[in-house]
């Protein structure tokens, strides 16, 4: 399990961020796209990146 | 109708041939029937994964439940599975593949029997998979009658369209096992992909465009555009759960044992957030501008909106090529279904207690005959349920969420004990019944009414019956845990 402290918190930071209540009732439009769903689709991105960190960092090698 | 009737039925036969074409390539054995010969590489299994997971759930009962409760659906279902299945696939995946290798299993209850040396216990999660398999087969039973009938303007009834399915499903799956089912599911998730995305363009087009169609649903519908109308914190939260249940799912099992080796879970780890989100995203959207184009659609009457939407805004031609996206949705999950119960009932049930005597053709065959029954079954209660599509497919996976424990105690927990193993599936069944029950008439419960799904509590109650009902047992034997476990192994 060594290595795994800043990617396990990562991980968690990223879990957290998914209750995105800060604009949970906000009925703005942000580039055309209501806020909250916006942040959800930059959020997927986002888990992308960090799903290919993590594959760059912690897999076994050999 | 006509012209929409041939585009679907040319979709099918394409389909049939590609599945069929893979026979050429079978070897005749069992493992290559159910495994492919782990021969699948990183596109195709990034393919068979994900079109297994996209479900009529993704495309008709997201839109459905979008269709009550708004944007708020693509935080409950698709943003918390962007981050959490792939993960679930990196920490499970490669683990399970590299054990499957080496130790020859193909389903899950093979591992967890090995695992714990029980066979009463791998019998009784096979009882238990295959109870929650069934309504996650409703859903795509349902899902194919669904969209004939309201594709065909109502003239097909639902109960043609869910047999039709399954008969397509039965014969390419029958013919290609694992690998026709890879190279079938690679196609389809192509193609729900594109014309999910496609049937957006065409409905926000003759909307007048996005921004016209948002500013109707903000003028008519603003709730819809606010996920803290519908959605409390709690059951955003609890919701995030839901997606551990891939960590169970027997027929993503059955695809993580056909890949090449483990470096082509790669592809599908990292790929797989934006291809949750490239499904997601037109469904919801269609689901909210369905409430305000095609209003009053009650309860699971909803799960109905993308298909309906399609009809009044495609033409015939293009109609019968999104309904054919929405069938390849629900097939390339149903196929993968149909052939994880049959790889368990042939492996779980046949093999362990009749021993290699019948021979791989026979085994193969009552492995088939097996699957046929169980989806008999699922078009038999498509007949008489009437629960939306996004509810049984929460229930489905919130039961095995509840026994994600389980697994993850397999490959990761060297002091899970037998007993702990026990403790947990009956936990989670007995949990996932008795909330099952309790619900059955109130669609939206939530524990105490606070907004926590039930799930959360399963999972809670499973998780620690596991840890309590291990350590108050004696640890496995170190020989056993040697092959779990070696110790020059260095995994994820």
């Avoid at chain 2, 994900?50 to 943003?79: K, P, Q």
């Avoid at chain 2, 209003?295 to 799960?303: W, Y």
Wanted: proline letters at 5%.
């Amino acid at each position: 399990m060594k290595g795994w402290g800043p990617l396990a918190v990562g991980i968690a930071l990223l879990c957290l961020l998914h209750a995105d209540l800060w604009w949970w009732n906000d009925l703005r439009l942000v580039a055309g796209v209501p806020a909250s769903l916006l942040y959800h689709l930059a959020y997927c991105a986002v888990a992308a990146v960090a799903m290919g960190a993590l594959v760059r960092r912690r897999w076994p090698r050999g | 109708m006509t012209v929409t009737l041939i585009v679907l039925g040319l979709y099918l036969s394409l389909l049939l041939g590609v599945a069929l074409g893979s026979h050429r390539l079978f070897r005749g054995t069992g493992e290559d029937w159910f495994l492919a010969t782990r021969t699948i590489g990183p596109l195709l299994l990034l393919g068979s994964l994900f079109g297994t997971h996209m479900t009529a759930f993704s495309l008709l009962g997201a839109s459905g439940e979008a269709y009550h409760r708004g944007v708020g659906v693509f935080a409950l279902m698709a943003s918390s599975s962007a981050v959490v299945v792939p993960l679930v696939f990196f920490l499970l995946g490669p683990r399970v593949w590299r054990l499957g290798r080496r130790n020859g299993y193909v389903t899950q209850v093979d591992l967890v029997r090995d695992r714990w040396g029980s066979s009463a216990l791998g019998t009784a999660l096979f009882v238990a998979l295959v109870l929650l398999l069934v309504p996650y087969l409703l859903i795509g039973v349902k899902g194919g009658g669904i969209t004939l009938r309201e594709i065909t303007g109502g003239a097909a009834p639902e109960w043609l369209g869910s047999a039709l399915l399954c008969l397509i499903v039965l014969v390419y799956v029958w013919a290609g096992g694992a690998r026709g089912t890879a190279w079938a599911n690679a196609l389809q998730t192509v193609v729900f992909t594109l014309l999910g995305g496609l049937a957006f363009w065409v409905v926000v087009g003759k909307a007048g465009g996005l921004g016209a169609a948002l500013d109707r649903v903000a003028a008519e519908r603003p709730d819809l555009l606010v996920p803290g109308a519908a959605i409390r914190p709690l059951e955003l939260a609890s919701y995030m759960l839901v997606p551990l249940s891939v960590a169970t799912f027997p027929h993503l099992f059955l695809h993580w044992l056909t890949a090449r080796d483990e470096r082509t879970f790669r592809l599908p780890i990292v790929a797989y957030p934006v291809g949750v989100a490239a499904v997601w995203l037109p469904s919801v959207m269609l689901g909210v501008l369905g409430a305000v184009q095609v209003p009053g659609l009650e309860g699971p009457a909803s799960s109905s909106v993308l298909v309906r939407m399609i009809r009044d805004h495609a033409g015939d031609a293009l109609s019968g090529l999104l309904a054919a996206g929405v069938f390849a949705a629900v097939m390339s999950s149903l196929d993968s279904q149909s052939l994880a119960l049959s790889s368990l009932f042939t492996r779980g049930v046949v093999r362990h207690y009749a021993g290699p005597e019948p021979g791989p053709r026979r085994e193969v065959l009552l492995g088939r005959l097996f699957a046929a029954g169980v989806l008999g079954v699922a078009l038999l209660l498509s007949l008489v349920v009437d629960r939306s599509i996004f509810r049984m497919g929460i229930w489905s996976f919130s039961g095995f969420t509840a026994l994600a424990p389980l697994i993850f105690a397999a490959v990761w927990w060297r002091r899970a004990t037998r007993a702990g193993a026990w403790c947990c599936l009956v936990t989670a069944m007995a949990a996932w019944l008795a909330f099952l029950l309790r619900s059955w008439d109130e669609p939206g419960y939530t524990v105490g009414g606070g907004g926590l799904m039930p799930v959360a509590v399963m999972l809670a109650l499973s998780a620690a019956a596991l840890v309590v009902g291990s350590l108050l047992s004696r640890p496995p034997a170190a020989e056993r845990l040697a092959r779990f476990f070696p110790a020059e192994e260095e995994t994820p």
